[in-house]
């Protein structure tokens, strides 16, 4: 008989030997030597099998096209891509609406106000290619404007390009940051809502994160921004959120765990600079001071925001090394000035620095134009701190009040608004609700400032201690009546 690999079964049907088994085996599922070691990998069918993740240019694209964060080398690509293009297609509209995106989201990640002035170009010109309809480019003036902190504008063409299509969703989010701005928390709720009814998903839970904060409901804050990041599939953006997280968690007290989320966020995309500087926030709250100033220094390294200079000098300055605080208010002042060549409104932290660190009268000056062109909470704590500085106590207290109270919109739970309260209640010889105040501050968050903890620990022990004229004096000569 004829030696063959195949046989046949008892049903006449042909049987392979177990050679040939072995080989189609092999062959389906295939194989890979290593080192001499035989390696099968599971053989998938193509309808299964992983897609291949986008171009590089393709995913800044899609992260940009709904306001979301996008990578920088990513960023770098698509702006590439988009600028070669518009060489050989210049009404190309849509394309110009994606490269001023790519732009504002560039100058964002980079703290370089230079993009922004390209940015404006390219929207615009995005515009005057397609005049009628073209909310996408509405929609990115309105991001451009919110960059610059210029929430009213920001407000005109967000609402503008709601007019040309309510249902165009990615309109909503720089809409809720320009009414934020403005101080306007009801239109900020409504707005939210609105586009909770038309989207779901990590951007939208983000964006719900920022409003339930502000709103001072933490709870349902840190929910929404980790669903968020564990939602979230592009690395830039879950790092972002991350980050947002860690913050959530730093405002609360809780050192570790913002921490150990600033840490991620730079883990999976190393170019988030704000958890970097979230870092050295956490660290320097943990006594671990040389890696604080560190993780300040990469951050500003590569984005030298002047926050992030802002926090770096007053930790400087509350270990007593007052030139080196000296030069990160110089280079404070000079990122302020850059900034504005670019038409960036960075006057709030410019005041907040010369309120504290510079001359209260200026930040008072400052701080005053700041709040009639967009009266945000942040800036009304900034301007009742300028007052309290400059001695005018009164209107100081009257803005205070309203950073801090729910009824105006002020229901974040900031440690550093309520200890500023506090604090001019205490020089106002309100002594009960500056206890209470300064109390208040240490409980959401008892690290919040290098500088400002021990001032308000000082300032409670003296509230603690009853005033020497509330003593009842003892006559020397006077008898103890009998009873």
């Not at 707005?191 to 001072?216: C, I």
């Not at 106590?393 to 009040?401: G, I, K, N, P, Q």
Request: net charge positive.
């Amino acid at each position: 008989m004829e030696n063959r690999s195949v046989t046949e079964n008892h049903d006449g049907t042909p049987r392979r030997s177990r050679l040939g088994q072995r080989v189609l085996t092999a062959a389906l599922t295939g194989c890979l030597v290593l080192g001499g070691t035989l390696m099968v990998l599971p053989w998938r069918p193509p309808a299964e099998r992983a897609p291949a993740p986008p171009a590089p240019g393709a995913q800044a694209r899609a992260a940009v096209a709904v306001g979301a964060p996008a990578a920088l080398p990513d960023l770098a690509v698509l702006i590439g891509e988009r600028e070669a293009h518009l060489h050989r297609h210049p009404q190309d509209a849509e394309s110009w609406a994606v490269l001023g995106a790519a732009y504002v989201e560039q100058g964002r990640r980079t703290a370089e106000s230079a993009y922004y002035p390209k940015a404006d170009r390219a929207l615009r010109t995005s515009l005057r290619a397609r005049a009628k309809g073209n909310a996408e480019a509405l929609g990115g003036l309105a991001v451009l404007a919110n960059a610059r902190r210029d929430f009213r504008a920001a407000k005109g063409f967000g609402e503008a390009a709601l007019k040309l299509d309510a249902k165009r969703w990615t309109t909503y989010p720089p809409l809720i940051d320009a009414y934020t701005g403005l101080g306007d928390w009801k239109a900020a709720g409504r707005t939210l809502e609105r586009l909770q009814g038309l989207r779901g998903g990590p951007a939208v839970m983000a964006r719900a994160g920022g409003v339930y904060r502000d709103r001072g409901w933490r709870e349902d804050a840190m929910a929404q921004l980790s669903d968020a990041a564990a939602g979230a599939v592009a690395p830039a953006e879950q790092a972002a959120y991350l980050e947002r997280v860690g913050q959530l968690a730093w405002e609360r007290g809780e050192r570790e765990v913002a921490l150990r989320h600033f840490q991620e966020a730079v883990r999976v995309d190393p170019d988030q600079r704000a958890a970097q500087a979230g870092q050295g926030r956490a660290l320097a709250a943990l006594g671990r001071t040389s890696e604080a100033l560190s993780a300040y220094r990469v951050a500003l390294t590569n984005q030298p925001d002047p926050q992030y200079a802002l926090e770096l000098g007053e930790l400087y300055e509350s270990l007593g090394l007052r030139q080196a605080a000296r030069v990160q208010y110089d280079l404070l002042r000079a990122r302020v000035r850059h900034a504005a060549r670019g038409g960036v409104d960075e006057q709030l932290v410019l005041g907040q620095l010369e309120a504290d660190h510079g001359d209260p009268e200026a930040a008072v000056r400052l701080l005053r134009a700041e709040w009639r062109r967009q009266p945000g909470i942040a800036v009304a704590d900034a301007l009742g701190w300028a007052l309290h500085r400059a001695g005018e106590d009164e209107e100081a207290l009257r803005f205070a009040t309203r950073a801090t109270d729910k009824a105006h919109g002020g229901g974040v739970r900031s440690a550093l608004y309520v200890f500023h309260r506090g604090m001019i209640e205490r020089e106002s010889e309100k002594y009960g609700p500056a206890r209470r105040h300064l109390q208040e501050a240490l409980r959401i968050n008892p690290y919040f400032s290098p500088l400002r903890v021990p001032l308000a620990e000082q300032a409670l022990t003296a509230l603690s201690e009853p005033p020497a004229d509330d003593v009842p004096a003892m006559d020397a000569k006077a008898k103890p009546e009998k009873s």
